[in-house]
T-cell receptor
């Protein structure tokens, strides 16, 4: 079956803009989580959605938000971009509670 | 807060050498532990996981890990590495709210 699909793969934005990233989970998976990966901070949890509800949230500012649709697809939005938001954003899907998470290839966001 | 520590940030080995990557976690309750691998340019893949039972866990590609509760450790091992094992390896645990907490990662370079 198809894996986790993230679009776009690469993005370049300027400071102050906003960006929306998309994640399509594995068919049948209802949990979608988002992570930020940077060389300095490693992999950090952003938030998790399950059945269109945010179940879990990491320690990121309110500029980072997300949502999940009825088909389990999820979007992540970052408003008022800062240089420090440059990172690889990973999406992971699982059947339930991150018991076994499957990751997408990520979206590489560069803020200039 | 729960945390995961990987003390070896970079490891260089020759092919056929044995591998052991250290991982320590801080959570004292029931733990769910994982090792993920990220090959160059590819997505994070699950190598193995431990939820309960036999503390010696076997994963894909000849990897195994041993859960030692008294030492809060979950070290990854492979008896004989190959050039194709060159990758970054991440240890992770599920925290009490079912978020995946990752270690900082270990970059392994295997020289042919």
């Amino acid at each position: 079956k198809a894996g986790v699909t993230q679009t776009p793969r690469y993005l370049i934005k300027t400071r102050g803009q906003q960006v929306t990233l998309s994640c399509s989970p594995i068919s049948g998976h209802r949990s979608v989580s988002w992570y930020q990966q940077t060389p300095g901070q490693g992999l950090q949890f952003l938030f998790e959605y399950f059945s269109e509800t945010q179940r879990n949230k990491g320690n990121f500012p309110g500029r980072f938000s997300g949502r999940q649709f009825s088909n389990s697809r999820s979007e992540m939005n970052v408003s008022t971009l800062e240089l420090g938001d440059s990172a690889l954003y990973l999406c992971a899907s699982s059947l339930e509670w991150q018991v076994e998470a499957f990751f997408g290839q990520g979206t590489r966001l560069t803020v200039v | 807060a729960q945390s995961v520590s990987q003390h070896n940030h970079h490891v260089i080995l020759s092919e056929a050498a044995s591998l052991e990557l250290g991982c320590n976690y801080s959570y004292g309750g029931t733990v769910n532990l994982f090792w993920y691998v990220q090959y160059p340019g590819q997505h994070l893949q699950l190598l193995l996981k431990y939820f309960s039972g036999d503390p010696l866990v076997k994963g894909i590609k000849g990897f195994e890990a041993e859960f030692i509760k008294s030492k809060f450790s979950f070290n990854l091992r492979k008896p004989s590495v190959q050039w194709s094992d060159t990758a970054e390896y991440f240890c992770a645990c599920l925290d009490s709210s079912y978020k995946l907490i990752f270690g900082s990662g270990t970059r392994l370079l295997v020289r042919p």
